[in-house]
């Protein structure tokens, strides 16, 4: 008699549910041949997005393309749903899948893993949600370097000194990682742009970075985030510490220190929150709303669940009542854990503890400039730079997308950065629309006339 096969679900394709699939390929292999196991992963995109190199694909210096990895290529032995999760039932082993097109529906298993991440964690500002753009996806990557050049061509063909300041005025909310490495990529390609735009100066591009505690970079410690604040200042870029964003209503951007300004470009990255499955589950919350872990990335008080990652509040054992760092340094180590003891608990072995000692932290600050605090060596410039290159070009998933990163940075050697922006890709139908318009128009009049 054919026993029918165990079913692992992996709800999310980032970090870990990419990183585990491929550990689950290698651990379960002969159960995977002789089809006593099957692995289905869902997840809106058909992609895992490197997100540590998103700010190098918004300033040009790496293909879109290459900070993603096609999960069906690189998991072939793993199914594959794009949609979304609409409802898990632990109790009863089933989930509710929602493709994008079609209808819903109940999907068994004996195995989930919660790997779904996060989104962006907003406040309700006034305009927010109209006028600024997350920096958390390949898309919004794409779409703010679009913006920003497009600025600049807005900016160079208009006499208007209002529109104009408008325009170039930038302002990024949030100095983490994202928001500072976004910030520092964006101007630094706006600074070799800004070459082939005669009409505009250095001095009339304004880049503002608004931050609500006193300090920038809390991850690379004090004394590297203090230097780096200074860095951005010489680059003339103004950093409002210790501010809120008020209200951003059509672009107007008014602060708690009463500053008040225009901008057509407002990038949100002011952190992170689970993903919302979480509040559509039967499976315990700890008080931040995220899935409660235990040290052995299984979920508390159920079996046969397992979470990692940013959607899971992860007990960090190396430093006692803290919890692991949402980010890709502790994503992927908990991710071949987290492989291993599903694994084991498959075949009724003994599930391993997650432990890593946080390494430290890099981070880039555009071409050539960095800063880096890793294992208490600190580094500042061209070292941390490289360093921050070297450390995620071994992150990156596959060789394939190795290389293709370290060409793009070959190439760039040799020839100077793409400034064109390719906006027109968001609304690709527009101009044909219009062109159907006009000939609906002519057809209309010529009616009229014959």
Same mark, same amino acid.
């Given at each position: ?44 995109? #058909? ?32 199914? %594959? ?98 928001? %500072? ?11 070799? #742009? ?133 980010? *890709? ?31 430290? #932290? ?21 070292? *941390? ?39 027109? %890709? ?25």
């Amino acid at each position: 008699m054919n026993r029918k096969p165990k079913h692992i679900v992996i709800v999310g394709g980032g970090y870990v549910g990419l990183y585990t699939g491929l550990r689950l390929q290698r651990t379960l292999r002969a159960e995977l041949r002789d089809g006593s196991v099957r692995i289905t992963l869902i997840d809106p995109q #058909s992609y895992m997005t490197y997100q540590p190199f998103l700010p190098e694909a918004a300033a040009g210096n790496i293909s879109p393309r290459h900070v993603v990895a096609p999960l069906r290529r690189v998991l072939p032995k793993v199914r %594959i749903l794009n949609g979304r999760v609409a409802k898990v039932h632990h109790a009863a082993r089933t989930l509710v899948f929602e493709p994008a097109v079609g209808h819903s529906r109940e999907i068994e298993y004996d195995v989930i893993v919660m790997a779904a991440g996060s989104i962006s964690r907003t406040l309700p500002i006034p305009g927010l949600a109209d006028a600024a753009i997350g920096f958390k996806t390949i898309g919004e990557a794409i779409a703010l370097r679009n913006r920003v050049l497009a600025l600049l061509d807005r900016a160079d063909s208009t006499d208007d000194p209002d529109v104009r300041r408008r325009a170039l005025t930038f302002v990024v909310v949030g100095g983490g990682f994202a928001g %500072i490495e976004a910030l520092a990529e964006l101007e630094d390609m706006t600074e070799d #742009s800004i070459k082939y735009y005669p009409a505009i100066q250095k001095s009339d591009l304004r880049w503002v970075l608004i931050e609500a505690s006193d300090r920038i970079l809390p991850e690379v410690g004090p004394e590297m985030g203090e230097w780096t604040a200074e860095q951005l200042r010489e680059r003339g870029i103004e950093l409002k510490m210790e501010t809120r964003l008020n209200s951003c209503v059509g672009g107007l951007v008014k602060t708690s220190d009463d500053d008040e300004f225009e901008s057509a470009t407002i990038v949100w990255t002011a952190g992170v929150k689970p993903s919302p499955v979480v509040d559509s589950t039967d499976l315990p919350l700890d008080e931040r709303g995220r899935i409660k872990t235990t040290a052995r990335l299984t979920i508390a008080g159920v079996k046969g669940a397992f979470a990692a990652g940013d959607i899971a509040g992860v007990p960090d054992i190396t430093n006692a009542g803290r919890y692991c760092a949402p980010n *890709a340094q502790h994503a992927v180590r908990q991710a071949r854990v987290l492989g291993d003891n599903i694994t084991a608990y498959l075949r009724g072995q003994k599930l391993k503890d997650y432990r890593h000692k946080y390494a430290g #932290s890099v981070a880039g600050l555009g071409l050539y400039r960095g800063v880096a605090n890793v294992y208490g060596m600190k580094l500042r410039g061209f070292p *941390a730079w490289f360093m921050h290159r070297t450390y995620h070009l071994s992150r990156v998933p596959t060789l394939n997308r190795k290389v293709r990163v370290v060409a793009d940075w070959t190439l760039a050697l040799f020839f100077k950065r793409e400034t064109i922006s390719l906006g027109e %890709i968001e609304h690709p139908r527009d101009v044909f629309r219009a062109a159907a318009a006009r000939k609906g128009g002519q057809a209309a009049a010529q009616v009229k006339t014959s």
